[in-house]
T-cell receptor
Framework: DTGVSQDPRHKITKRGQNVTFRCDPI?????LYWYRQTLGQGPEFLTY????????KSRLLSDRFSAERPKGSFSTLEIQRTEQGDSAMYLC????????????????FGQGTRLTVV | AQSVTQLGSHVSVSEGALVLLRCNYS??????LFWYVQYPNQGLQLLLK??????LVKGINGFEAEFKKSETSFHLTKPSAHMSDAAEYFC???????????FGKGTKLSVKP
């Protein structure tokens, strides 16, 4: 396993621009999660994929946010019309090989994408 | 609904001293609990997890945690702090049915020489 990879590591954008982040999970991990972490806070759940299906979305995921996981491999998180409040670290995590129970399996996190909206 | 509370946003210890980071949970079902560590500008790394097997859980880097149902606690300890332990530590509980984690606000550990 090469670990969860996120790209880019840092992104600075002007307010109103669109941004897209990519996450490559550990190969064969069928579950993928996106979290947002603001300064001084713990990560907060945004959305969850099992294979290519997006099965859960947090109320934090406004209409300006969209996530995809085509073919159940990598995932993208897009933020449209960015606002200063979107500035945060966006973390991706993957877990579980097929057949494992869901609640007690370890989630492996990427290093995150730090977004700064100016 | 599940939640975790970490008591103390900052903890400072001397090198070689005991580390104690506190976490209390609230859960309507038997919880699965985790401790993660985060170094500056990095992702999270799992230290240990409780999944209802043994109440005393040993993790990496000499850390351990004890699940106490009567106290709804899952405190993290290490007998002797090392400078390299300086980081932020997060307690988490499994949230919804999809295995997403609910994190506490974190405790920043400083280690003085």
């Amino acid at each position: 396993d090469t670990g969860v990879s996120q790209d880019p590591r840092h992104k600075i954008t002007k307010r109103g621009q669109n941004v897209t982040f990519r996450c490559d999970p550990i190969s064969e991990h069928n579950r993928l999660y996106w979290y947002r972490q603001t300064l001084g806070q713990g990560p907060e759940f945004l959305t969850y994929f099992q294979n290519e299906a997006q099965l859960e979305k947090s109320r934090l995921l406004s209409d300006r946010f969209s996530a995809e996981r085509p073919k159940g491999s990598f995932s993208t998180l897009e933020i449209q019309r960015t606002e200063q409040g979107d500035s945060a670290m966006y973390l991706c995590a993957s877990s579980s090989r097929r057949g494992a129970t869901i609640s007690n399996t370890e989630a492996f996190f990427g290093q995150g994408t730090r977004l700064t909206v100016v | 609904a599940q939640s975790v509370t970490q008591l103390g946003s900052h903890v400072s210890v001397s090198e070689g001293a005991l580390v104690l980071l506190r976490c209390n949970y609230s859960s309507s079902v038997p919880p699965y609990l985790f401790w993660y560590v985060q170094y500056p500008n990095q992702g999270l790394q799992l230290l240990l997890k409780y999944t209802s097997a043994a109440t005393l859980v040993k993790g990496i880097n000499g850390f351990e945690a004890e699940f106490k149902k009567s106290e709804t606690s899952f405190h993290l300890t290490k007998p002797s702090a090392h400078m390299s332990d300086a980081a932020e530590y997060f307690c988490a509980v499994t949230g919804g049915s999809q295995g997403n984690l609910i994190f506490g606000k974190g405790t920043k550990l400083s280690v003085k020489p």
